[in-house]
Nanobody, 115 residues
Framework: EVQLVESGGGLVQPGGSLRLSCVAS????????MSWVRQAPGKGLERVSA????????YYADSVKGRFTISRDNTKNTLYLQMNTLKPEDSAMYYC????????RGQGTQVTVSS
């Protein structure tokens, strides 16, 4: 059974930083491309970043390019999202998911950017 457990969210002021983590189990994490997706209240899911299985190729949505960095540690079955220069519009529930199956996402971690 695929299990993804996100953590690291919280309340941060505009311009601040957060680092999200996602611990994976129940599947071959090191062989899987992964994504971070987010959902703001009243909006649909948005894929903000993705990374291939080896970590050599990454994708960022235009809205986060230059501010967010995705990475992974396959020895720890863990996916990361470093978020810098946060904006109020980044406020959302953040989920990690297998790239090929957004439905695999975990419970999520809430990020709120507000002064």
């Amino acid at each position: 059974e695929v299990q993804l457990v996100e953590s690291g969210g919280g309340l941060v002021q505009p311009g601040g930083s957060l680092r999200l983590s996602c611990v994976a189990s129940g599947f071959a994490f090191s062989g899987s491309s992964m994504s971070w997706v987010r959902q703001a209240p009243g909006k649909g899911l948005e894929r903000v970043s993705a990374i291939d299985s080896g970590g050599g190729r990454t994708y960022y949505a235009d809205s986060v390019k230059g501010r967010f960095t995705i990475s992974r540690d396959n020895t720890k079955n863990t996916l990361y999202l470093q978020m810098n220069t946060l904006k109020p519009e980044d406020s959302a529930m953040y989920y990690c998911a297998k790239y090929s199956d957004i439905a695999s996402r975990g419970q999520g971690t809430q990020v709120t950017v507000s002064s």
